[in-house]
């Protein structure tokens, strides 16, 4: 759903980019928390994934670049902002899409460089904002078990994509620069970006499950969900005494390493953006379809990207005449870039954190 430049006109273009850009600071300040620039953060996990919301940010990279087929000639892929959000948090989570489609719009000339503050708000903000709400809210009627949680991200997954589809509707219809009944845009978003909300929480669930399945304690999420730990005293069990803050129980989930974890997920996220990325769908993915039927993309053909020549550009190398090869070098430094440019943002961030929560108490 990468809103290219000319479907919404200058003013509401830059309107978006300041509300995304003030959506990205509110972010930066509450992902301090998240990330352990907060006196709390080990009790609430931050210590652990602020390495791992680099990954999440490659991951949902790589995962982007496999399209998958949704109805005839229509394709679909992963937005991430449910599964940014569920892994790591909602303000990292908002990071994260927005390292995403930073990197794309600039190196890869896969969205307009003018609408990168829709794009941001539209599949970064929105989805994130959806997700986690109705996430949360599900989380207090449904078990408190990994199939509770896992249950919750299948549905706040598939909600947030409409909900996608719909914001971007809503400033097409402030926006929009050609004159195309918003009635008939809409219906025809919701139709086809269901369709690809089933198939974001298939992945979604299946990778948060995945990790819930060895390692809950990094599903931020899944704050809770493990049982405390028990000791037999006098032959009854009772709970343990809790450890100092931010001090994990020694043999505990949580005093264990992720780096297993994050070796193995960077190693995934290489191999769907250097190989499978090859057979992903060729069809127009669900804005692509909807914008050429109802002719959305009529001014778009006046606009050439800002870096249509980027050495990236299409998720190519250029001079590698290899279709194959170049679209699997393209993807492994996608990848590369986006987790070194989003764990070098988080760190930031932390450190940042650290040092105003240390000067606050000077």
Partial sequence: M??????????VSAA??????????????GARKELGGHPRAEDLGGERLAPLAGLVAAFVFAVQMLNFPVAAGTSGHLLGGA???ILVGPWTGVLCIAVVLLMQGVLFADGGLTALGVNITVMGVVTVVTAHLLFRGLRLVLPRTRGGVTAATFVAALVSVPASAAAF????AIGGTTDVPIGKVLTAMLGVHVLI????????????GAVLAVRPDLVHGARGLTAPLKLRVDGELVDAAPAPAGTPAA??????SPRKIWIGGVVTALV??????FYASASPDGLEKVAADQGIDAKAEEYEHATADSPLADYGVKGVESARLSGGLAGVIGVGLTLAVGTGAFWA???RGRAADTGARV
């Fill in 16 to 29: 978006a980019g300041v509300a995304a850009a003030a959506a990205v600071a509110v972010s930066l300040r």
């Fill in 251 to 256: 043999g505990s989930p949580a005093a264990k």
């Fill in 2 to 11: 990468h809103v290219p430049d000319g479907f919404i006109n200058a003013p």
């Fill in 169 to 172: 509707t809503l400033i097409y």
């Fill in 197 to 208: 909300g089933i198939g974001e929480a298939v992945i979604t669930a299946l990778t948060v």
């Fill in 349 to 351: 961030a932390r450190r």
């Fill in 272 to 277: 769907l953006a250097g190989v499978v990325s």
């Fill in 83 to 85: 599964l940014a959000a």
